[in-house]
């Protein structure tokens, strides 16, 4: 996995969501701003690291690492 993708689940817990509701929901077009679900055999997910934190309104290096806050 890329620096810049994250997997679901850990993307679950940063929303603060069951992954099964994030994975329902990205199916079903929504949560484009942090990536998108495509449908080939399998679902298939890809979430932005750097969009998630933004999505959530914190600080993210130019490696899409979240900054760490005193």
Known sequence: MTPERIPL???ADLLGCDPQFLRVAMQQGRFKEIG????RKRWTYYINR???Y???GREVDLNGLQVETP
Not at 36 to 39: D, I, L, R, V
């Open 50 to 52: 750097r969009k998630v």
């Open 9 to 11: 689940p850990e993307a």
């Open 54 to 56: 933004q999505f959530l």
């Open 36 to 39: 998108f679900a495509a449908k």
